[in-house]
């Protein structure tokens, strides 16, 4: 207590007890202490320390069991849902500029202007990093349950609502399409640290990183599922509704029915995130955060002992019986006892910068650096295609035959690249460890870009294209068996309980800042340095070869910046935390 505080030594002592707990809560309001840190049934960390260290012993032991798969799943399909969300717009883009900017008598066909295709690329990561912020936030301050439910309907309707973009003029149509897709981000952000802290704080600490791995591997099968409903949807409209090429009939090449097209396959986002939202309303709170934050070691251990079907011992460390004789004096006497040694040290506070600081500059900063390349590549990888003439010019086929090529790409990469990149890791992290994979990782896509880049003329020349589209699918395969997974899994193992979905929104949002730097910078950058040959509407860039070459300097960088971040294979949370540690409150 600070010498600022009024001094109540000389008041009675039942006067004194009850004060130095008023001062207590009041003193608790800005470290990060919710109302639910004295809820019911909650004890004094006094009394309680030994039994919550008997809770988080026995979930680092638990055996792997039939609910960790359950978790696996219920949080996973938020990822599934949130990659279609983020990368089906992708796939839709050229149809939409196809359908509300075509000028007659052009001799191309229509695409989006500059300014609205950044603004539709883009605005879905604006509102995720919002999200990510503010739920990572609010994960800490009342639970990481109670907000857990609010991502998954967000992205419900906000994926619906996306695609009743109705409007009497493009304009009207892109800007109801980027109001909804800022919210459904907002939900998406949402999703990241909460899905990655309740499977950390579920997992016992052999296997963390894989179910931690497993859950954001559901992204890959997000990106699959985006590029196989297109296909199939793409695939029975131009069955029923045939069109010719641009070149022969303009008009004619998108069918009015096309516009039904990109607002099913938008729509379809709602039906994986609607089909677990009951159990993902079911799920408990994480004994962790029960334990540590809202101080209730007996709830944490019923919570636990139910869902993992283990015995978690509730009986009282030896003395513990002495110490609680007195029921609401004992209570309060264990909380002038903590009065002592002042409250656990906040975000903003001297001791996380020690502890933590240079933590949070290595997680943030390599997510930050990964993103930018990552998603450069794969929010525009069809330009990537069209530039190696893996897919045909856009005047040669129709609207529809456009999209179907574009989504047979994404979807032939996602499956010979990304997928197998994710269960890469999900399989050798506890066995190499997240630094390993993620130095490898940025490494290989430094070496993969360079080699894309160098010789990119002799790509792009007639029977090379299946050479780059193999180098470019490697390229993804060493991000996602690497530095797009432990990104998200390390700073839901390193950070303090109170702290964790803070510190890792905070890391997520960094990472989303590079996606917008990478969204609307490679959209610009990658354009032609010949005038003639950029797209409609842009000024000339730097191409596509100068482009690569800067993202392999940003994944050199995030390699330099992996060892900022320490190994939590094989350790504890809390021993990577350091929170059960003597002096864990700042002085």
């Known amino acids: 207590m600070d010498d600022s505080a009024p001094r109540i030594s000389s008041l009675p002592p039942h006067y004194t007890l009850a004060a130095h707990s008023c001062l207590l809560r009041i003193h608790y309001i800005w470290p990060g202490w919710s109302s639910s840190d004295r809820s019911p049934g909650a004890r004094p960390m006094a009394m309680a320390g030994g039994q919550n260290m008997q809770v988080l012993s026995a979930l680092d032991g638990a055996k792997t069991q039939r609910y960790h798969f359950t978790a696996i799943v219920v949080a996973g399909m938020g990822f599934f849902t949130d990659a279609y969300d983020l990368f089906c717009i992708s796939l839709v883009t050229k149809l939409i500029g196809r359908i509300y900017y075509t000028v007659d008598g052009s001799p191309r066909p229509g695409s989006l202007p500059p300014h609205v295709s950044a603004a539709v690329n883009g605005v879905a990561f604006v509102g995720t990093l919002s999200g990510q912020l503010f739920f990572g936030w609010l994960g800490d301050r009342v639970g990481r349950k109670s907000v857990y439910g609010m991502t998954l309907l967000t992205m419900v309707v906000c994926s619906v609502a996306s695609g009743l973009s109705f409007g009497r003029s493009p304009a009207c149509v892109m800007a109801t399409l980027c ?25 016992n600490k052999r296997t963390r990183g894989a179910f931690v791995a497993a859950v954001f591997a559901m992204q890959g099968f997000g990106i699959l599922a985006g590029g196989a409903v297109a296909i199939g949807v793409t695939a029975l409209f131009r069955s029923r509704f045939p069109a010719p090429p641009y070149d022969v009939d303009p008009a004619a090449s998108t069918p009015a029915e096309a516009d039904l097209v990109w607002r099913i396959i938008l729509m379809f986002g709602a039906v994986p995130a609607a089909l677990t939202f009951y159990s993902r309303m079911k799920m408990p709170e994480t004994a962790r955060y029960t334990a540590l934050v809202a101080r209730n070691a007996e709830r944490a251990a019923a919570d636990m002992s139910r869902v993992l079907q283990v015995d978690i011992g509730n009986k009282e460390q030896p003395g513990a019986e002495e110490e609680a004789t007195t029921g609401t004096e004992a209570r309060l006497r264990g909380e002038q006892e903590e009065a002592t040694t002042g409250p656990p040290f906040g975000l903003f506070s001297r001791e996380f910068a020690h502890r933590h600081g240079l933590h949070l500059v290595g997680t943030a900063s390599t997510w930050l650096l990964l993103d930018i390349a990552y998603y450069s590549q794969n929010l525009f990888q069809k330009d990537i295609f069209s530039a190696v003439g893996w897919i045909p010019a856009a005047e040669t086929i129709s609207a529809l035959d456009e999209l179907f090529h574009i989504a047979r790409a994404q979807t032939l990469i996602a499956l010979c690249g990304t997928v197998p990149g994710y269960w890469f890791t999900v399989a050798f992290i506890d066995i190499v460890g997240r630094f390993a994979i993620q130095a490898v990782g940025f490494l290989m896509m430094t070496a993969f870009m360079l080699g894309l880049a160098v010789p990119y003329r002799q790509w792009t020349r007639p029977g090379n294209q299946t050479g780059f589209v193999v180098m470019y699918a490697l390229t993804f395969f060493f991000a996602n068996f690497g530095p797009n997974a432990t990104t998200f899994i390390v700073p839901a193992e390193i950070y303090p309980a109170r702290l964790r979905a ?86």
């Not at 109001?179 to 997992?203: C, N, Q, V």
Request: with cysteine; net charge negative; charged share 15%.
């Open 179 to 203: 109001f909804f897709r800022f919210w459904l981000g907002f939900g998406i952000g949402g999703d990241y640290p909460l899905s990655a802290t309740i499977m950390s704080e579920y997992a």
């Open 502 to 587: 803070t510190c890792h929104g905070i890391s997520a949002a960094s990472g989303k800042v590079g996606a917008i730097i990478g969204s609307f910078g490679f959209l610009y950058l990658a354009q032609s340095q010949d005038p003639a040959k950029t797209a409609h509407g842009y000024a000339p860039g730097i191409g596509v070869r100068n482009s690569l070459l800067l993202l392999a300097g940003c994944s050199f960088l995030g390699f330099l910046l992996t060892f900022l971040v320490p190994e939590p294979k094989g350790k504890s949370l809390e021993e990577m935390s350091r929170e059960t540690e003597p002096g864990a409150a700042e002085p």
